[in-house]
């Protein structure tokens, strides 16, 4: 049983789009949402992260915005570029449990030119 | 640093054969953690160690065992491979349970 449902599967945006990818989670005792880029052929990376103890975290291009009430947090990719296109995680943990990860299914992003 | 390196990148198995999987990292991390990737399944956690000499099952354990005698590495091992074992295999590390850095995958497949 996925403990966080990430969608869509895939997205294809144009260059200059906005890219939304949303997650959602059971487990209220998470308290450490992070999204993970991966390139074909290469490991996950860390892209950005938040805590619940902000609504909105913005790095760059990227934002995580995140409703504790509805529990689901979602990654914005605005001005999208081709460079962008990979696959992209979210992931949750709570604190206490080793840092152990549980991941979305995982998004599919290709930017068009 | 070399981060986080894992041996074989690829490897094909026979049915009731045996491997270990090879992972080491420089950078001092007290834990780690093997992943395997399926098709749209996401990450799912095989075992993981917070430091030399301790570990613990994760999500998806059987047909897997692992072993951490040093600090660097965390070595995967398969008994009697089974096609149900091909996937990608990741391990990686971090400091206490901050940022995970990953390593760049074993490709195994199992026939």
């Known amino acids: 049983q996925q403990q966080v449902k990430q969608s869509p599967q895939s997205l294809i945006v144009q260059k200059g789009g906005i890219s939304i990818i949303n997650c959602a989670y059971e487990?209220?005792?998470?308290?450490?949402f992070p999204w993970y880029q991966q390139f074909p052929g290469k490991g996950p990376a860390l892209l950005i992260a938040i805590r619940p103890d902000v609504s909105e975290k913005k790095e760059g291009r990227f934002t995580i915005s995140f409703n504790k009430s509805a529990k689901q947090f979602s990654l914005h990719i605005m001005d999208s570029q081709p460079g962008d296109s990979a696959t992209y995680f979210c992931a949750a943990s709570e604190t206490l449990s080793w840092g152990k990860l549980q991941f979305g299914a995982g998004t599919q992003v290709v930017v068009t030119p | 640093n070399a981060g986080v390196t894992q041996t074989p990148k690829f490897r094909i198995l026979k049915i009731g054969q045996s491997m270990t999987l090879q992972c080491a990292q420089d950078m001092n991390h007290n834990y780690m953690y093997w992943y395997r990737q399926d098709p749209g399944m996401g990450l799912k956690l095989i075992y993981y160690s917070v430091g030399a000499g301790i570990t613990d099952k994760g999500e998806v354990p059987n047909g897997y065992n692992v072993s951490r005698s040093t600090t660097e590495d965390f070595p995967l091992r398969l008994e009697l491979a089974a096609p149900s074992q091909t996937s990608v295999y990741f391990c990686?590390?971090?400091?206490?349970?901050?940022?995970?850095?990953f390593g760049p995958g074993t490709r195994l497949t199992v026939l």
């Open positions: 487990n209220t005792a998470f308290d450490y």
């Open positions: 990686a590390s971090s400091y206490q349970d901050n940022e995970q850095f």
